[in-house]
DNA sequence: AAATATTTGTCCGTATGTATC
DNA sequence: TGATACATACGGACAAATATT
């Protein structure tokens, strides 16, 4: 009956907390955060509540606690984290893991225009590398190929140097990794040859050509496709 | 001189020994670990180094603990890795969070067709709602005025059913209303006006009135903005 | 419905090992 | 070498939330 808003458990409020600390204050990896004292009591909790808090930090790869010296901050990798965290339904056709190939395609669909025009000659040699990589990797290395899959469409983004985007992209290929490991691959000489086009549009400087490369690329089932564009304003 | 390897920290030993019994067990969503008493007797470490491991699973959305009944493992979500990730980019930088602005803004055109079609009676109704929190609150609480835009922004895309969608948009309006606070508000006026733009769009069940006030919504200078959808494929 | 037991949440005090000066 | 500051680790105690009888 009453919908009074209960608040969150300390910890987690602890761990918020500091973490707004260190963007608030801008800290960089090396840099020091107060002592474990310091920032109980000014947050006003006890040593163990706060020390859960830094301790999910630590376990995650955003700090570093060193008796005697203190608490360093440091540079935070996702890839860190999905050592640790557990994978559920692996294998299997999952709804979330559809859901977040399709928001990867919206985004790259949606930016390919302004990564076209920023590409540099250097980087349509990276991705001729990637591409290389993937022939090299065949099929008994699937990581090897995802990997060069990877770096492909991150370089294609890279001239943007819009780091949230790139940072989301690499979160979604690291989702990727974990689970795609344990499936099996699906048809890599299609996926080969798309990435090809993609380049050859390049080459050719025809951005046509390329948008449309680049859809095709995504046309695979396991992307779970929202709003498609060709439809839009027709 | 000596190699010796020294041992990690206990409550990092007992983060694995926790994962590994998870796997070895075959635990799944919703099974209960054992209690903390338990844990920490049978791995000989003290209830307070137990809590930090489990407290770290449970800030990774691994487990979740609640009081009186145990500590559940949970099913993998996003919601963890794009708050993070998020937060950690951003950074205050006002180029991120104009980044991430462009980003919701590609994300909400992008899905802006699926949503049209999938709203219902109640979902304008909540839009409405919201559309009216937005007036009561006024400019004297800006803090109010986002929360009611957070919840319109959210109720438009609830009936896709998109769970990662969804989280993601919560991240970005978790970050939006964390910095927004510090700076003075935009045009409330104009940005009612908009929303009720899109209100009148859907009463009317006309898509291209709808994307065009969505367009619009988005048009202020606060968002990065991408490819213009209006020139693709033209 | 009400009392009881279980489990997590939070705090305190103390001792120890380690890095820094 | 010593002194200090810091994180590590332990144990006990009580509160709060939930489940059980």
């Known amino acids: 009956m009453k919908a009074i808003k209960k608040d969150d458990k300390l910890y987690i409020q602890a761990f918020r907390e500091i ?3 260190i963007i608030r204050n801008g800290l960089r990896p090396g840099d020091l955060l107060p002592t474990e004292h310091d920032m109980s009591e000014k947050l006003g909790v006890s040593r163990n509540v706060l020390r859960e808090a830094i301790k999910s ?3 995650m790869g955003m700090v ?3 008796p005697g010296r203190g608490t360093e901050v440091r540079e935070f990798s996702l890839d860190f984290v999905f050592q640790n965290v557990l994978f559920f339904n692996v294998g299997g056709e999952d709804k ?4 977040m190939f399709g928001i990867r395609r919206m985004l790259e669909l949606s930016y390919m225009r302004q990564a076209f025009y920023a590409l540099t000659e250097d980087d349509i040699d990276v991705l001729r590398t990637c591409v290389r990589q993937m022939h090299e990797s065949g099929d008994e290395n699937y990581l090897a190929f995802t990997n060069a899959d990877r770096k492909f469409h991150m370089a294609l983004f890279r001239g943007l140097n819009n780091s949230v985007l790139n940072s989301l992209m690499e979160a979604i290929w690291a989702v990727d990794t974990g689970f795609e ?3 099996k691959s699906p048809h890599l000489v299609t996926s080969i040859s798309r990435h090809e086009a993609i380049i050859k549009s390049l080459e050719e400087y025809d951005y ?3 948008a449309r490369a680049m859809e095709i690329h995504f046309s695979s089932g396991k992307y779970l496709k929202p709003d498609s564009f060709e439809e839009y304003d027709s």
């Open 57 to 59: 930090m630590e376990l």
């Open 64 to 66: 570093q606690a060193c």
């Open 181 to 183: 490991l344990e499936k």
């Open 19 to 21: 973490r707004a600390y």
């Open 208 to 210: 046509r050509a390329f």
């Open 96 to 99: 979330s893991v559809r859901e």
